[in-house]
Every structure is written in structure tokens, then in C-alpha cells.
């Protein structure tokens, strides 16, 4: 089992800035890779960005490339996004998500684990 908590959402404004943390805990030892999913009321849970562990090699949905950053702590077991330039359309509530298989990283299949969520609101 691996547990996830996320952290570090929040009220700002348009072009502001917020950085969320996923912190994992359990068998942090069998994860393949993470990612960050968001769902807006009334709307689907889509695809944010996405780190394999093994390489650090990062995946980012093209509506927030430029303006999001994935990365993690290896020795602290956390994942983070880095988000700039926030618009009023990033207000969701944020997912941390962990796969212990190899699989695709941008779908919500390819994720066995997965965290409450964060709201993050973007003010206009």
C-alpha cells in the first residue's frame, strides 16, 4: 500500500503563483512513477503532469505547459508542482496520484493510488 497526502492549495490571484506537495508514505519502494490529475466541478478528472521515477522523466498536459513544472524529492518521498501564471481556468481540485506498474502516465488507469485532493482557486 502506498498512502498520499496532498498539500498546499489555496485562494490566489490571476498570474500568481502556488506550489502543491505530495508527500508518500507506506511501500514508497514499489512505485513506478506519479502524477497530478484536476477536476473541476462539473467535469471530468484530467490529466496535469506526470514524473517516472526511474528517470525523472516528466509528461505535461499542453494546457498548463509553459506555466506548470513536476518534480520531486527522491529522499523525502515528495512530488511537486510548481504552478505560475495561474489563470482563472486552473481552479480544480488538484489529485496526486501513484503507480506501481509501468503504464501510461496521462490517463487515470494508470494510476493504483491516489490522494484526497487540494482545491486550488484562481481569482480573477
Known amino acids: 500500500q502506498v498512502q498520499l497526502v496532498e498539500s498546499g492549495g489555496g485562494l490566489v490571484q490571476a498570474g500568481g503563483s502556488l506550489r502543491l506537495s505530495c508527500a508518500a508514505s507506506g511501500r514508497t519502494f514499489t512505485v513506478y512513477g506519479m502524477g497530478w490529475f484536476r477536476q473541476a466541478p462539473g467535469k471530468e478528472r484530467d490529466f496535469v503532469a506526470a514524473?517516472?521515477?526511474?528517470?525523472?522523466?516528466?509528461e505535461v498536459a499542453d494546457s498548463v505547459k509553459g506555466r506548470f513544472t513536476i518534480s520531486r524529492d527522491i529522499g523525502k518521498d515528495r512530488m511537486y508542482l510548481q504552478m505560475n501564471s495561474l489563470k482563472p481556468e486552473d481552479t480544480a481540485v488538484y489529485f496526486c496520484a501513484a503507480a506501481t506498474y509501468g503504464r501510461s502516465p496521462t490517463g487515470e488507469a494508470g494510476y493504483n493510488y491516489w490522494g484526497q485532493g487540494t482545491q486550488v482557486t484562481v481569482s480573477s
Open positions: 514524473i517516472k521515477w526511474g528517470d525523472d522523466s516528466t
